[in-house]
């Protein structure tokens, strides 16, 4: 089993920054990828950004160029940069781990609004 717990979500003003973590724990020895996925309200589950445990990363095309994945593999969590937020990124932001052999893994979701 994995527990991925996922912090740093809350209220922004348009144009702000924010940075979430996501710490992964249990079962982790066989991760492949981590990743960051959000749902907006009354929308679907959405892709924000991947990185492998080889370091490669890849982004929805929302968000490319405002938001940056990066990992620390000593404390096994990994951070979502946000700048330059909009409202249309408010949404529930949830934590992804996928494992070799297929299982993958979902945090509890921390809630990221941005408005004036």
């Known amino acids: 089993q994995v527990q991925l717990v996922e912090s740093g979500g809350g209220l922004v003003q348009p144009g702000g920054s924010l940075r979430l973590s996501c710490a992964a724990s249990g079962r982790i020895f066989n991760i492949y990828a981590m990743g960051w996925y959000r749902q907006p309200p009354g929308k679907e589950r959405e892709l924000v950004a991947r990185?492998?445990?080889?370091?490669?990363?890849s982004y929805g095309d929302s968000v490319k160029g405002r938001f940056t994945i990066s990992r620390d593999g000593a404390k096994n969590t990994v951070y979502l940069q946000m700048n330059s937020l909009k409202p249309e990124d408010t949404a529930v932001y949830y934590c992804?781990?996928?494992?070799?052999?297929?299982?993958?893994?979902w945090g509890q979701g921390t809630q990221v609004t941005v408005s004036s």
């Open positions: 990185i492998t445990n080889d370091g490669i990363t």
């Open positions: 992804n781990s996928v494992h070799f052999g297929g299982k993958d893994y």
